[in-house]
């Protein structure tokens, strides 16, 4: 069956460092997918999303390179504000429509 | 405009009690999802709306779990004699399309139930 994977946390940074988070998939045939982001007492947003091989999701300046050949869809971000504090979770939808998430990823930002 | 709603935010009960929980999609959105998220954990599917049907139902955990939509928008998800092991956030999402793999689901803020 599908599974995605990412780094636990928490993440903690300060304010402009670079940020990663990892996440890497199992799924059979090619799947599509998508982080999204969970603010403090919000619902799940979509954060950028890649449908095929080789594609680059973008979003606030986040960035994510769909990598079929490692099975990757790693989120970065060149320099992390104090709002960019929040749960991340890499998802997949493949061969249907129901996503499956990974566990989640808390960052931490600090001034 | 309005995103989806969730109500109640935070729902208390205690074991063995019945509890209805409801979601208030964006207009317009035909497809219409539950999940469950328990802590530390990514959401799980429970059940898949398109119009008034539930066309995937798959990720129900047993029968004590039912969830209607029958007018297309708004949607109930029915819990039968509540277990501690149900408490969770319930979140609702809903997307404009025909629930296709690449279709944006736009979340609700959840709710909180605790069974004791």
């Known amino acids: 069956g599908n599974s995605v994977t990412q780094m636990e946390g928490p993440v903690t940074l300060s304010e402009e460092a670079f940020l990663t988070i990892n996440c890497t998939y199992t799924?059979?045939?090619?799947?599509?997918l998508f982080w999204y982001v969970q603010y403090p007492g919000e619902g799940l947003q979509l954060l950028l999303k890649?449908?095929?091989?080789?594609d680059k999701g973008s979003n606030k300046g986040f960035e994510a390179t769909y990598r079929k050949e490692t099975t990757s869809f790693h989120l970065e971000k060149g320099s992390v504000q104090v709002s960019d504090s929040a749960v991340y979770f890499c998802?997949?939808?493949?061969?249907?429509?129901?996503?499956?998430f990974g566990r989640g990823t808390s960052l931490i930002v600090h001034p | 405009g309005a995103g989806v709603s969730q109500t109640p935010s935070n729902k208390v009960t205690e074991k063995g009690k019945y509890v209805e929980l409801r979601c208030d999609p964006i207009?317009?959105?035909?497809?219409l999802y539950w999940y469950r998220q328990s802590l530390g954990q990514g959401p799980e599917f429970l059940i898949y709306?398109?119009?008034?049907?539930?066309?995937?139902d798959s990720g129900l955990p047993n029968d004590r779990f039912f969830a209607v939509r029958p007018e297309g928008s708004v949607s109930t998800l029915k819990i039968q004699r509540t277990e501690r092991g149900d408490s969770a956030v319930y979140l609702c999402?809903?997307?404009?399309?025909?629930?296709?793999?690449?279709?944006?689901?736009?979340f609700g803020p959840g709710t909180r139930l605790t069974v004791l």
């Open positions: 207009s317009g959105h035909t497809a």
């Open positions: 799924a059979t045939g090619y799947p599509s």
């Open positions: 999402a809903s997307s404009l399309g025909s629930g296709g793999a690449t279709d944006t689901q736009y």
């Open positions: 890649a449908t095929k091989a080789d």
């Open positions: 998802a997949l939808t493949g061969g249907s429509y129901i996503p499956t």
């Open positions: 709306f398109q119009g008034t049907g539930a066309a995937d």
